[in-house]
């Protein structure tokens, strides 16, 4: 079943890269999906926005695909600091990160947020990558599948089908700590949340799942051969063109 779905590997750059290391970074990876002639998973970087039309530029040509990592909800408009999703795609942008926890924590964005957000990356023609995961509290307190329902149920819009979105579980806990879930809670969540996607739509089982949350070349392999994990949302180890394709190998 989940050679069904075609593993994406996608690293999430934060706000990390000047133009010339972000250039660099974007041309190794480019080199390297190039040479291993990859056509059974896709790779994606999202780079800070500043640099996404010269990453785009960068990638070109290489099948490497470009994402952003938040847009507004309104296409245009009096929202000074903002980026809409049109913008994005505008800029050479496929895909776009919507909700991420470090999100949700610093800019309160809530569950109606993300959703509106989805909608948005839909309306501009992008693919939305909704993420989702419970604090160490939640997970402490036997929450975290009742979290994950509820985030699932709040971010994904009504209308969602598997081609027109991308869900990643990350725990907010394993995020930039080294510390991963076991492969058994991984799979647990996963498919917790394909259950409850199945409630939702009507080819749920086709929905790409990644994990996100301490991936890197050395653990990817036994994440990503989790049943239901579709593939990684990659954060510090995808600053590393070396590190970020060791993980893609391991797709
Ligand atoms: P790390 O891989 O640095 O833990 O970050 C994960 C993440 O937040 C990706 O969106």
């Not at 086709?206 to 579709?230: H, P």
Request: charged share 20%; net charge neutral.
């Amino acid at each position: 079943m989940a050679r069904s779905r075609r593993p994406l590997i996608a690293g999430n750059w934060k706000m990390n890269g000047l133009r010339a290391d972000a250039l660099a970074l974007a041309t190794g990876v480019a080199d390297g999906v190039r040479s291993a002639g990859w056509s059974d998973r896709e790779v994606l970087v999202c780079p800070p926005a500043t640099l996404l039309a010269a990453v785009a530029e960068a990638v070109k040509g290489s099948g490497v695909l470009v994402g952003g990592q938040n847009c507004h909800v309104n296409p245009n408009g009096a929202h000074t600091g903002d980026i809409s999703a049109e913008m994005l795609r505008d800029a050479g942008v496929s895909h776009v990160i919507v909700g991420h926890s470090e999100r949700r924590t610093d800019c309160g964005e809530t569950d109606a947020i993300v959703r509106a957000k989805a909608e948005a990356a839909w309306r501009a023609g992008l693919l939305p990558i909704i993420c989702i995961g419970e604090t160490l509290t939640e997970r402490e307190a036997n929450r975290t599948l009742t979290v994950l329902e509820t985030q699932i149920k709040g971010s994904v819009p009504s209308g969602a089908t598997a081609a027109k979105l991308v869900v990643a579980y990350e725990p907010v806990w394993a995020i930039g700590t080294g510390k991963t879930p076991t492969t058994a809670e991984v799979a647990s969540a996963h498919a917790h949340i394909r259950r409850v996607l199945d409630g939702l739509m009507a080819d749920a089982g086709a929905v790409r799942l990644l994990y996100g949350g301490s991936v890197k070349g050395s653990n990817a392999g036994e994440l990503l051969a989790v049943g239901d994990v579709d593939g990684a949302l990659v954060g510090g180890a995808s600053l590393k063109a070396d590190e970020f394709l060791a993980i893609a190998k391991a797709a």
